[in-house]
């Protein structure tokens, strides 16, 4: 076989590096402005759940729904509104009796009352329910918050996955080209035939449509992140920062936060308080609401022996015979026995949850520990050993090539993997009850 040309194998050696390429498609991602999210800046937990509590459109009908449940405890502690009476009686029709009395001045009588509801037994049940289902309602928009933020992060994640397999992407196509290109300048010499030189450009035309297809899932997953955030999310900018936003959350210490104090498990405890408030409130039902009335009468029929100016008291009270409560009493049963049900469900769920994700997440560890401890570095060197072989004219530039594409698919493969680790991740986090730290208009109510 003829030896290629040393200018040549020079040339081809300046474009294959054994360390991963920036990825040139995408701009350094500018400072974060509103509307807008840098995930190469992109805050911490904390800091996330802050920026999508503010901005997030998603989330403004959860604070309606906050404003709402404390519009409801407001209520629940006002006494009910008295009622002001007016009235005028005995107008006469016809003749007076006797006759001859002023049908203005002499016959009617005028009354001003004002009347009151009392409710005794049951302000304190209603205060109790409102307050509870106040806080049910604080947890559970918080519990959203906490997944909106987890589901931002994982949307950031995809997107600094594809960005690491653009650039090794573009790498690969790189070193399709000059393939391509030394295949070529084999067959002119007659050192090859012409089908390597035409399977070598098919390759790169492949390359060269996953390259284009990968460029066009950066832009649906920056799409998607910015439809999770609320935001337009940026892209990292590179694939240096985008693996170091990988491995910086993969490094994260396990969580280790006790289950119940979980957002959604506490909500479900606030709601089974707010049905045993709501029941008792319906059992006493039974008391029954007297409404008193104190009123003055001005009557000027005094010539039949009426009294021209008087007061009284009325006392009105209803007989609870037929509506008791009942129906409210077993709505209220059903609602608390629903939260208890649901809370031991999820509570059973999340310990299987646990127990599944540690044991794949320590395999994911090894998995991945085993690639880049191992499988990585044993490819780097052969690489290397290659380069130095051929810059000696012991291997085929042809070996190289081969060599370094192998070595970026086993990138490639590696991104994927530190994708699934991060979903593993951040699946343990969502199980466990750590998260970022409610906004204090929420963290007042619970």
């Known amino acids: 076989m003829r030896r290629v040309p040393p200018l040549l194998i020079s040339c081809l050696l300046l474009g294959a590096t054994t360390a991963p390429a920036q990825a040139p498609s995408a701009d350094p991602s500018p400072a974060s402005s509103p509307g807008t999210l840098a995930l190469a800046s992109l805050p911490d937990e904390d800091g996330l759940a802050s920026l999508l509590w503010e901005h997030s ?3 403004a009908t959860a604070r309606a729904r906050v404003a709402s449940a404390r519009s409801d405890l ?3 502690g006002l006494r009910p509104n008295p009622e002001l009476e007016l009235g005028a009686n005995t107008l006469p029709l016809g003749p007076t009796n006797p ?5 203005l001045t002499e016959v009617p009588n005028f009354s001003v009352g004002l009347s009151q509801l009392i409710e005794p037994g049951k302000r304190g049940p209603r205060q109790d329910a409102a307050r509870a289902a106040l806080a049910s309602t604080a947890l559970e928009v918080q519990a959203g918050l906490r997944a909106r933020t987890y589901d931002v992060l994982e949307r ?6 594809v960005e690491v397999r653009l650039s090794e ?6 070193d399709a080209a000059r393939l391509t290109e ?3 300048a084999r067959a002119q010499r007659g050192d090859t035939s012409g089908l390597d030189a035409d ?14 297809g990968e460029r066009n899932h950066l832009a649906e997953t920056l799409l998607e992140c910015s439809r999770t955030a609320g935001l337009t999310c940026m892209p990292f900018g590179g694939s240096e920062a985008a693996a170091g936003f990988l491995a910086t959350r993969l490094s994260h210490p396990r969580p280790t936060a006790e289950l119940e104090q979980r957002p959604d498990l506490r909500a479900l405890e606030a709601q089974q308080r707010s049905a045993q ?3 008792t409130l319906a059992r006493r039902r039974w008391i029954p609401d007297p409404t008193v009335r104190a009123g003055y009468v001005y009557d000027q029929f005094v010539i039949s022996g009426n009294q021209l100016h008087s007061v009284g008291i009325n006392l009105s009270i209803p007989l609870p015979l037929f509506d008791r409560g009942q129906a409210d009493v077993l709505a209220a049963s059903a609602a608390s026995e629903a939260a208890a049900k649901t809370h031991a469900q999820l509570t059973t769920q999340a310990q299987r949850e646990l127990t599944s994700l540690s044991a794949r997440r320590d395999a994911m560890e090894a998995r991945r520990t085993r690639v880049r401890t191992q499988t990585l570095p044993q490819a780097s060197q052969l690489v290397q050993r290659l380069e130095a072989a051929v810059r000696a004219g012991g291997a085929s530039m042809l070996e190289l090539l081969l060599a370094r594409r192998t070595y970026g698919q086993l990138l490639l493969d590696a991104a994927e993997l530190d994708l699934s680790a991060f979903r593993l991740a951040v699946a343990l986090e969502r199980v466990h009850a750590g998260g970022p730290k409610p906004p204090p208009e929420l963290s007042e109510h619970f």
Not at 156 to 161: F, H, L, M, S, W
Not at 199 to 212: D, K, T
Request: charged share 25%.
């Open 57 to 59: 459109p998603e989330l």
């Open 156 to 161: 950031a994640a995809e997107v600094a996955t």
């Open 74 to 76: 407001t209520r629940a």
């Open 199 to 212: 399977r070598a450009m098919l390759e790169e035309a492949q390359l060269q449509e996953q390259l284009s």
């Open 182 to 184: 030394l295949q070529r």
């Open 99 to 103: 006759p001859g009395l002023n049908r």
């Open 277 to 279: 408030a709501a029941l």
């Open 169 to 174: 992407l573009e790498r690969l196509a790189g």
